[in-house]
Nanobody, 125 residues
Framework: QVQLVETGGGLVQAGGSLRLSCAAS?????????MGWFRQAPGKELEFVAA????????DFADSAKGRFAISRDNGKNTVYLQMNSLNPDDTAVYYC?????????????????WGQGTQVTVSS
């Protein structure tokens, strides 16, 4: 079993930046687990944001995140990060961290076995 806890959310003005962290416990992240970030805005479905393979070499981003967001991981600290820059009000959502048993990064929700409780990100105009 893996427990995931997201931190770093908050209120930021448009154009600002936030860095989300996802701390894992129960199983070392380096044990062939891929990691992903998803988000859900009010009244909308859960959508993929970014993913990273267990090695950290391969990453994948939603079109809305390309060029603005970066995903990284520190397996020694069992932590994954999502650096978000140039934020705009459309980025307002609850952001969820997810871990999958497959070592490959994936944009598919079904590829992930464990989920955090989420952290709220609000971007004001």
């Amino acid at each position: 079993q893996v427990q995931l806890v997201e931190t770093g959310g908050g209120l930021v003005q448009a154009g600002g930046s936030l860095r989300l962290s996802c701390a894992a416990s129960g199983r070392p992240l380096g044990m062939s687990m891929s990691m992903g970030w998803f988000r859900q805005a009010p009244g909308k479905e859960l959508e993929f944001v970014a993913a990273i393979s267990w090695s950290g070499i391969n990453t994948d981003f939603a079109d809305s995140a390309k060029g603005r967001f970066a995903i990284s991981r520190d397996n020694g600290k069992n932590t994954v990060y999502l650096q978000m820059n140039s934020l705009n009000p459309d980025d307002t959502a609850v952001y969820y961290c997810a871990a999958g048993r497959s070592p490959r990064s994936s944009s598919q929700r079904g590829s992930y076995d464990y989920w955090g409780q989420g952290t709220q990100v609000t971007v004001s105009s």
